[in-house]
């Protein structure tokens, strides 16, 4: 049995933020958040990965549930392909 390689994955995302995770050993390939805004004007985000864009797609239909059940004001799901990465502080 082979070890699986740890590594860390990285998505930006449209408005340029970045978000990395790992190290990890899972196959993950996209990242997806959901930035909703609450009645009160506050904003709360949540967040996650998938192993492909299809299982990511299918956080939105959720997504806009939570919506009318929590009664959000609007929200925005976007979805971003991670990449691998060197490790923090292993820039060559």
């Not at 995770?21 to 390939?29: C, R, V």
């Not at 806009?64 to 971003?80: D, L, Q």
Request: aromatic share 10%.
């Amino acid at each position: 049995m082979s070890k699986r390689k740890r590594r860390y994955l990285t998505a930006t995302m449209p408005d340029g933020y970045v978000k990395t995770i790992g190290p990890t050993a899972d196959s993950f390939t996209h990242y997806w958040r959901i930035v909703a805004e609450l009645e009160n004007g506050k904003t709360e985000v949540f967040w996650g990965h998938a192993r492909s864009l299809a299982e990511a797609r299918k956080k939105k239909a959720p997504a806009a549930e939570a919506a009318r059940m929590r009664g959000w004001k609007s929200f925005a799901f976007e979805i971003a392909e991670l990449v691998e990465t060197p490790a923090p502080g292993n820039e060559a």
